[in-house]
């Protein structure tokens, strides 16, 4: 089971946001990380705790081991306002964080 | 990478049945499996079920063992996917979803466009 805290949040453009993910077990590095905008498919930002998908700026960032991860923004733009879920890939069935929104304040 | 088109929306009755297609191009490796993930109206994402299309062989999640049923047909790199007595909580999104994986990571890396699946009577 993957735990994502807040489940939402409001910042600024330009804040630092900070989105967590607790397994209830160990994933070893086997966590990923997706922004979901309306109306469309989720997009694979993160792969392996923190290797960034091809495109996708370095204001992303990933880390965590084991049972307790890390998603941050360092600088939040207007195109970052979306879902981000946490994904486990280490065992079946995959598993998906609930989601945190991150919206404008 | 690979483009995956989805067949389109349906309307079912509850207690009926729902096959999805799911057409996988550009990527001729096979050396991947192919995802369903579903997305309730409002809600999050919940793994249904993988199959890997060169070997056949389906994992289910728990929760749909029984009614759940994923085919490929590696002759046209297509997925399918069979859910069975429907009722008003299957009405979603489902997603066809690649899942790229080597011996130290494994992710989604391409999404369908999404089939969006009612039951109502």
């Known amino acids: 089971q993957m735990t994502q805290s807040p489940s939402s949040l409001s910042a600024s453009v330009g804040d630092r946001v900070t989105i967590t993910c607790r397994a209830s077990?160990?994933?070893?590095?086997?966590l990923n990380w997706y922004q979901q905008k309306p109306g469309k498919a989720p997009k694979l930002l993160i792969y392996?705790?923190?290797t960034l998908q091809s495109g996708v700026p370095s204001r992303f960032a990933g880390s965590g081991s084991g049972t307790d991860f890390t998603l941050t923004i360092s600088s939040l733009q207007p195109e970052d306002f979306a879902t981000y879920y946490c994904?486990?890939?280490?065992?079946?069935?995959?598993?998906f964080g609930g989601g945190t929104t991150v919206d404008i304040k | 990478q690979v483009q995956l088109v989805q067949s389109g929306a349906e309307v079912r009755k509850p207690g009926s049945s729902v096959k999805v297609s799911c057409k996988a191009s550009?990527?001729?490796?096979?050396?991947?499996?192919l995802n369903w993930v579903r997305q309730a109206p409002g809600q999050g994402l919940q793994w249904m079920g993988a199959?890997?299309?060169?070997?056949?062989?389906?994992t289910y999640a728990p929760t749909f063992q029984g009614r759940l049923t994923i085919t490929a047909d590696k002759s046209t790199g297509t997925a399918f996917m069979d859910l069975s007595n429907l009722g008003s909580e299957d009405t979603a999104l489902y997603y066809c979803?690649?899942?790229?994986?080597?011996?130290?990571?494994?992710?989604?890396?391409?999404w369908g466009q999404g089939t969006l699946i009612t039951v109502s009577s």
């Open positions: 994904q486990q890939s280490l065992v079946v069935p995959r598993t």
């Open positions: 077990q160990s994933v070893m590095n086997y």
């Open positions: 392996a705790t923190s």
């Open positions: 550009g990527d001729t490796s096979n050396t991947y499996s």
């Open positions: 199959i890997i299309p060169i070997f056949g062989a389906p």
């Open positions: 979803v690649r899942e790229h994986s080597s011996l130290k990571f494994a992710a989604f890396d391409s």
